[in-house]
Nanobody, 117 residues
Framework: QAHLRESGGGLVQPGGSLRLSCTAA????????MRWYRKAPGKLHDLVAS???????EYVDRVKGRFTISRDNEKNTIYLQMNNLNPEDTGIYYC???????????WGQGTLVTVPA
């Protein structure tokens, strides 16, 4: 069964770090861009970072210089290294994989990141 599995979330104090992982399994389409989204409490999903199959990276402004997205195509895994976390980073982080050159996509179940004020 096709799925994305995230891991690495948790509770961390302001200024701390976490590393999220997302591994794809059983996906029948060729995976193109992969993305991390965050759903903050009471808000809609917002894009955090994206990485294409060939390594082109984009970040939302609020995480530039603090977060690093990377990808291991052989393992069908992406990572999100999050440093200098602050309470505004709190939320459920979801992984998304989009078909290479197409519109199919799949989502993970999310992993919770909590940074208390």
């Amino acid at each position: 069964q096709a799925h994305l599995r995230e891991s690495g979330g948790g509770l961390v104090q302001p200024g701390g770090s976490l590393r999220l992982s997302c591994t794809a399994a059983g996906i029948r389409f060729s995976i193109g861009p992969m993305r991390w989204y965050r759903k903050a409490p009471g808000k809609l999903h917002d894009l955090v970072a994206s990485i294409t199959h060939d390594g082109t990276i984009e970040y939302v402004d609020r995480v530039k210089g603090r977060f690093t997205i990377s990808r291991d195509n052989e393992k069908n895994t992406i990572y999100l290294q999050m440093n200098n976390l602050n309470p505004e980073d709190t939320g459920i982080y979801y992984c998304n994989a989009q078909e290479l050159g197409g519109s199919q996509e799949t989502w993970g179940q999310g992993t919770l990141v909590t940074v208390p004020a």
